[in-house]
């Protein structure tokens, strides 16, 4: 069976431009949730993406959007960046919320 | 307040200790979750329980749904054990993670 994978692993951008991260889910996952970790922080929860419909949010603004394709692989879309938004993104695939596989992150500098 | 705490913040130990890791949560959970982050980021999942305990080789995991609270145990520590275990609850279908607990082992 084939893991999360996440792309790219890092990406460096300048504050105001936008980013798109991408993640395929693992063989037989239906549900997708991206992460956002700070340096030295516990993971924070943005999003999740179930069978292509957004289906829970953390406290992050309207310029952080996502899609879920119909592969269950996802994309987490990131407008008008700040120097804040520079952490480590985490995406997980899980089938209905249970047991979940984690990617190895895309670390995002913004400069 | 965190909704899920974790503690000893950092650890240090010496090859062959036994290491507790201990995580309190103040939410209803579905699942409780202990993961495994290396320095390169990507994490892996250890222990999925919803009640009494589990064990892997040299880690075993408890949970008390009744005082909400989960340790993670690992037994005859080596230093390939040393990484950042986090802790997280399934809470409405999404995760809630902890801040982590930063482990050393040393030879």
């Known amino acids: 069976e084939t893991g999360v994978t996440q792309s790219p692993t890092h990406l460096i951008k300048t504050r105001g431009q936008q980013v798109t991260l991408r993640c395929s889910s693992q063989?037989?996952?239906?549900?997708v949730s991206w992460y956002q970790q700070a340096l030295g922080q516990g993971p924070q929860f943005i999003f999740q993406?179930?069978?292509?419909?957004?289906?829970g949010r953390g406290n992050f603004p309207p310029r952080f959007s996502g899609l879920q394709f119909p592969n269950y692989s996802s994309e987490l879309n990131v407008n008008a960046l700040e120097l804040d938004d520079s952490a480590l993104y985490l995406c997980?695939?899980?089938?209905?919320?249970?047991?979940?596989?984690f990617g190895s992150g895309t670390r995002l500098t913004v400069v | 307040k965190n909704e899920v705490e974790q503690s000893p913040q950092n650890l240090t130990a010496q090859e062959g200790e036994f290491i507790t890791i201990n995580c309190s949560y103040s939410v209803g959970i579905s699942a409780l979750h202990w993961l495994q982050q290396h320095p390169g980021g990507g994490i892996v999942s250890l222990f999925m329980?919803?009640?009494g305990k589990k064990k892997h080789g040299r880690l075993i995991a408890t949970i008390n749904i009744q005082e909400k609270h989960s340790s993670l145990h690992i037994t005859a520590s080596h230093p390939r054990d040393s990484a950042v275990y986090i802790c997280a609850v399934t809470n409405t279908d999404k995760l809630i993670f902890g801040t982590g607990t930063r482990l050393q082992v040393f030879p």
């Open positions: 063989s037989g996952h239906n549900t």
């Open positions: 329980l919803s009640s």
């Open positions: 993406y179930y069978r292509e419909e957004e289906n």
């Open positions: 997980a695939s899980s089938l209905n919320s249970y047991g979940y596989t």
